[in-house]
Structures are given as structure tokens and as C-alpha cells.
Nanobody, 120 residues
Framework: QVQLVESGGGLVQAGGSLRLSCAVS????MGWFRQAPGKEREAVAA????????TYADSVKGRFTISRDYATKMVYLQRDRLKPEDTPVYYC?????????????????WGPGTQVTVSS
């Protein structure tokens, strides 16, 4: 089975930034998603097998940056200008696709998630 482990969550002030990391073995199309209490899980960003194949949800363009490093087996999500609504749990996931996808149901393996809390 594919095992994913997120890290980097925590408390940060609104307007600040954090970088989340996802350790993954192998080459997969990867995505970052988030879910707030009482809400549906939503996509944030995705990256393909090639690191320049990236896509972002319309609501977060300009504030999130996804990247990957095959040498360290890590996929990252950089979050800038954080807002209180960025507080949910963040998950990384794999998708059996050839290019980046923001479709939640297209993902087949999920990490346990990491909590992000934005204060103001």
C-alpha cells in the first residue's frame, strides 16, 4: 500500500505563511486538499509527474504554491498570506492520472492529515 505522511501543520498568525510536507515513495500525481469541520473536502492544489505540471483551485491562486522533490521523496504546499478560513485539516493524496487533477474522487491514497490553525 502507498503510505503518505503529512507534516508542518500548526498555529500561525493570519497573513503569515507555512510550508506543509508530504512524504511519498514512488512517482504519483499528487494533490493537496483541505477539510473544515462540517464542510466537504475540497482541492487546493495538484502536481503531476513532471514538476512543472501544476494546477490550483481558483479560490487560492496567488496564495498557495505546490512543488515536489523526487530526491527527498517530498511534495510541498507553501501557503502565503494565510486567512482564518485556511484553518482546516490538510491532506495529501495520490491520483491514478497522468496529469495534475483537482478532483477529490480521483484520488485513491490519502495521508492522515495535518491540522493548520490560523489566528487573527
Amino acid at each position: 500500500q502507498v503510505q503518505l505522511v503529512e507534516s508542518g501543520g500548526g498555529l500561525v498568525q493570519a497573513g503569515g505563511s507555512l510550508r506543509l510536507s508530504c512524504a511519498v515513495s514512488g512517482r504519483y500525481v499528487m494533490g493537496w486538499f483541505r477539510q473544515a469541520p462540517g464542510k466537504e473536502r475540497e482541492a487546493v492544489a495538484a502536481i503531476g509527474l513532471q514538476s512543472d505540471n501544476r494546477t490550483y483551485a481558483d479560490s487560492v491562486k496567488g496564495r498557495f504554491t505546490i512543488s515536489r522533490d523526487y530526491a527527498t521523496k517530498m511534495v510541498y504546499l507553501q501557503r502565503d498570506r494565510l486567512k482564518p478560513e485556511d484553518t482546516p485539516v490538510y491532506y495529501c493524496a495520490t491520483a491514478p492520472r497522468s496529469t495534475a487533477t483537482l478532483v477529490v474522487h480521483a484520488s485513491d491514497h490519502w495521508g492522515p492529515g495535518t491540522q493548520v490553525t490560523v489566528s487573527s
